[in-house]
């Protein structure tokens, strides 16, 4: 059976194997329009008209052939696509269409004669209703289905959720009416409906912060507050005894004007317009902070969404309490961009999923290995964020703060993707950070727009200070409010709020810390105890934690945060609530005392693992960070762990590498003890991975960790893993060049695994003893420890550097049996281990298979095999960002072209990473495309700094070629 869905995706599944057909866009939207007029023959020549307008009649019609065709295909002759000379129908029969499914349940429904039936049929409509009717078509037709399908279906949730109530399931009512709201944020009915129902089930902080959103949304939207309907509610619940009512009558301080910034407006908008034309952009608007960034990009947004166009906001934190990838999570949290990921390609679809799913685990702790699986990974992302295809502006406040991930996205949307129609609005401090090293390879992929924001003049200063005040202010007033704020709008929306204007002779930050601080001085008790409590959480903090954490009751604790709202101290995120800028939270932080911090964290830690004991993983990084300040580094480092698995698991290495840094500070900061190190040592193995597949082998950090972590497994008499680090400090050390520490880091890591008795590990060392023995020119002991490694890791197991043992070890063992003379079984040996590599799903191992192949063809001097080789190692290398590899490939193919241009690139590259293995080997090269040219003087130059490269690493597999060669030049 075939299942055609048009509800939030567009798609024809195969229901037996999951797999989706293969079809055209415009046939399956063809297919749309004869499902929703079932029964209704279409004349043939009025369809041409309606989805071919611009084609010649005769031309339509033959298009419209040509689709029919793909559907006929698609459908598999199923009878429901009933065909004729004149026209095409759609009729019911063996295929299951999500459209008709909603209309007959939606029919069934409505005609109920008692609340179970309507029950049944409704809950089967809602089922089918995934999403909005073809999502991203906007051919006139398809419009008011569309409406008029969603209008059904909001009608059925009301309806539905008021058979819930008086069948006393609230909880299930209210998710219905989160479902209207999600279908209807302009509504206010349904955020009046679900205040009621959360009344009913006692949830006082719900009902608060359903109200809080409904008025974010449209004044975000709409620039309006709730409709007084909307507002008597929540009155009425205030006087319920759920919260007392506000003595000011709820009324909430209106937002601060925007002035004083026309020309960076006008900016924004020629950035928008070349955009929206189909251009991605870049716009950075940078400053101190208070300066109005944000203000300015919110303003601008809502103007574009207003005109039709994708907003999604995301901010970046400081700190190590943050999700990876954070930004993106908020921006494909965005409803249209949610629907709109639905839409492509599964294999993209795959890493939305990943990033999303809370219990996420993936396969990002592969080492080097794991690196061209993020690529695809961060690819997919950035097909996400485009995916609604209409133009799209992504905001990114306080991008001094931005993870390298996200800025990865980011590279690869403008960098892969220039034509789509997006621009990312970007906010910085100026004083936090260089922009230019800040954006890194973003600015080198798209045009950057800087907008410069300074503090406001004297008389937008004053304009302000007027519309602020709600009247005229004099000019003693005026002059005062500039003199103590400096123009800064954060400043003058302070001294407005507190009272209180600051002396003009102040620095400015000792300016804006009285500002802030007599804003909040002036808070009631409760409230001030929320502020801290908020502060010390962070970001994004729920009412259930506050009141959890807080020694507030909850009906306190939700009249407090419902004051702070109305002050505009605190914004709702959606998730929570935060401050409604970073300053304030500083400011607030600063008031606490060092005792009160301790205890609040620690709090907030106790509060986070009771309100999500079952499912932490989210929650992990905060928790961790919680417990730290909170002086318990020793419950701080596993959950520091955990959130660094998690990063890895979605390939965000720079915060795995940052966490499990924080793992290991906290580690550090116990009494020593044998607890302490094994704390410790589990940190240092966590970070193995990630900082491999960032820094690559040659990163000094990377080799300290190792160093650390062996040192630590020995004094704890962890055999295993001393002989698991060991193997780590192997590959360091031998790609550094350094082959006779190497060689001595795998014979330890030999003879370790030998006690050890475990056979993973002993094969593993053999494979370092292997490879150490090739560089020193021992061939014939690198033979029998290949053969070992090979007969100890059967299955082909992935080596701890990358790729699979099998592979791998036939891809150098060639090496070595070229350096024995058995030049046929090199060739055998090399022309398998690709063989076994096109086998895998991992092209990292295909990459090594084919680079260890390229040497030994040239070893061979097999020019046509390598230049196959080198051709298709190049193109994977492109593909997926592979390092290391690429240059090996770019120096063999100049080499091969007599080209020195790549040849001295590519060796190059590999100095400028510490990648000094082989050098001797890759510097011959070099010279040997110089001698071939007739430039003698510069190949001898070279063989010589070949001969010392290889004397100072001992890396003598190619000495005796490099002396041959100097010899011939002599």
């Known amino acids: 059976m075939l299942h055609v869905t048009f509800l939030g995706e567009q798609a024809i599944i195969d229901s037996e194997t999951g797999d989706a057909v293969s079809v055209p866009s415009r046939a399956l939207t063809l297919l749309a329009y004869l499902v929703v007029h079932a029964g209704m023959p279409q004349p043939r020549h009025r369809l041409a008209t309606l989805f071919l307008p611009d084609s010649p009649d005769t031309q339509a019609l033959t298009n419209l052939r040509r689709e029919l065709h793909h559907l006929r295909r698609a459908l598999a002759g199923a009878p429901d696509l009933v065909v004729t000379t004149t026209d095409l129908c759609w009729r019911d029969g063996a295929c299951e269409v999500d459209v008709r499914t909603f209309d007959a349940e939606h029919t069934r429904a409505i005609r109920a004669d008692d609340d179970a039936m309507f029950d049944i049929h ?37 309806r539905l959720a008021a058979a819930r109530r008086r069948a006393d399931d609230r909880r299930a009512a209210a998710e219905l009416m989160r479902r209207r709201i999600r279908m209807r944020p302009l509504e206010e009915t349904g955020y009046r409906l679900l205040m009621e129902i959360q009344a009913e089930l006692g949830d006082r902080s719900g009902a608060v912060r359903t109200y809080h959103r409904c008025a974010a949304v449209l004044e975000r939207e709409l620039d309006v507050e709730p409709d007084p309907v909307t507002r008597d509610a929540f009155q009425r619940l205030l006087g319920d005894g759920i919260v007392h009512a506000p003595r ?15 020309t ?7 950035v928008w317009d070349r955009a929206s034309a189909g251009r991605a952009e870049l716009v950075v608007v940078t400053g101190d902070a208070g300066v109005g960034k944000t203000r300015l990009v919110t303003e601008f947004a809502r103007g574009v969404r207003r005109r039709g166009a994708v907003v999604a906001a995301a901010r970046c934190f400081a700190g190590t309490e943050r999700l990876p990838l954070a930004p993106v999570v908020d921006w494909l949290r965005d409803p249209v961009l949610g629907a709109a990921c639905r839409q492509i390609d599964p294999q993209w679809r795959a890493a939305v999923d990943l990033l999303m799913s809370p219990g996420r685990a993936g396969r990002g702790g592969e080492g080097a290995a794991g690196a061209w699986r993020r690529t695809r990974f961060v690819e997919g992302l950035a097909r996400a964020l485009v995916a609604a295809a209409r133009p799209t502006v992504l905001v990114l406040d306080d991008l001094q703060w931005c993870d390298g991930d996200t800025l990865d996205v980011l590279h690869y949307l403008v960098g892969a993707l220039p034509r789509a129609p997006v621009l990312i609005a970007a906010t910085m401090r100026n004083e936090d950070v260089d922009p230019a090293r800040r954006l890194g390879l973003l600015a080198a ?56 204007v600051p002396g003009a002779g102040d620095e400015r930050a000792a300016r804006l810390q009285d500002l802030l601080g007599s804003r909040l001085a002036g808070l009631g008790a409760d409230a001030a105890a929320v502020v801290a409590l908020t502060a010390a959480a962070g970001r994004d903090v729920s009412l259930d934690l506050l009141v959890e954490a807080g020694d507030l009751d909850p009906v306190a604790t939700v009249r407090a945060v419902d004051v702070l709202w109305r002050q505009r101290i605190l914004r709702e995120t959606g998730r929570g609530y935060d401050f409604t800028h970073d300053l304030l939270r500083d400011a607030a932080y600063q008031r606490i005392n060092p005792p009160q911090r301790w205890l609040l964290h620690r709090r907030l830690a106790q509060g986070i693992e009771l309100l999500h004991g079952d499912d932490l993983d989210p929650y992990s990084a905060q928790l961790a960070r919680q417990y730290d300040r909170g002086g318990r580094p020793d419950r701080a480092v596993p959950h520091y762990l955990r959130a660094a698995e998690l990063a890895t698991a979605t390939y965000g290495y720079d915060d795995a590498v940052r966490l499990n840094r924080a793992a290991v500070t906290a580690a550090r900061s116990l009494p020593d003890s044998v607890g302490a190190r094994r704390h410790e040592l589990a940190a240092l193995e966590s970070s193995a991975a990630p900082l491999t597949a960032s820094r690559g082998y040659a990163s000094p950090e990377l080799q300290a960790s190792l160093e650390r972590a062996v040192d630590l497994a020995e004094q704890l008499g962890q055999r295993e893993q001393l002989a698991a680090g060991l193997v780590g400090l192997w590959s360091s050390r031998f790609v550094q060049g350094r082959n006779v520490d190497a060689e001595r880091v795998a014979s330890r890591a030999l003879a370790v695994a030998q006690s050890t008795g475990d056979g993973e590990s002993l094969g593993a060392a053999h494979f370092a003893c292997g490879g150490s023995a090739v560089s020193l020119a021992r061939p014939e002991e690198a033979l029998v420890h290949f053969e070992a490694a090979d007969a100890l890791t059967p299955g082909g197991r992935t080596l701890w550097v990358g790729a699979r043992y099998d592979v791998h070890g036939r891809a150098w063992v060639a090496h070595a049996l070229w350096l024995c003379g058995r030049f046929d079984d090199a060739r055998a040996a090399a022309t398998t281990a690709v063989a076994l590599a096109r086998t895998d799903d991992q092209p990292y191992t295909l990459a090594v ?16 095999a390598l230049t196959r080789t080198v051709d298709e190692l190049g193109k994977l290398c492109d593909r ?11 120096v063999l193919d100049g080499w091969l ?12 590259r590999l100095r400028a990473t510490g990648a000094f293995a082989r050098m001797p080997y890759w510097l011959w090269l070099l010279a040997d495309v110089h001698a071939r040219a007739g430039r003698t003087g510069t190949a001898r130059a070279i063989l010589d700094a070949a001969l010392t490269a290889a004397r100072s690493h001992t890396d003598r597999w190619w000495l005796p070629q490099i002396e041959r060669s100097r010899n011939d030049l002599a």
Do not use: I, K, N
């Open 264 to 270: 960076a407006v006008a900016t924004l908008t020629d």
């Open 897 to 908: 072209r007599g080209d020195t241009g790549p040849v001295a690139d590519g060796v190059e």
């Open 849 to 864: 298979a084919l680079a260890y192949g390229a040497v030994t063809q040239q070893l061979l001097g097999d020019s046509a």
């Open 445 to 500: 992929s798209a045009p950057v727009t800087t907008v410069e924001l300074g503090p406001l003049d004297a008389a937008s200063a004053a304009d302000l200070a007027d519309r602020l005040a709600g009247r005229s202010l004099t000019g003693a007033e005026h002059a005062l409010l500039l003199a103590g704020t400096g123009g800064f709008p954060l400043h003058l929306l302070a001294a407005m709020q507190s009272g209180v």
């Open 248 to 262: 000011d009558g709820g009324a909430r301080a209106p937002a601060p004007p925007l002035v004083g910034r026309d």
């Open 122 to 158: 409704a809950t089967a409509a809602l089922g089918a209703y995934r999403g909005a009717f073809l999502p991203g078509c906007d051919d006139d037709w398809a419009d008011p289905v569309r409406t008029g399908l969603e209008q059904e279906c909001v009608d059925l949730c009301d």
């Open 880 to 890: 997926y960002a592979f390092a290391y590899y690429r240059e090996w490939g770019m």
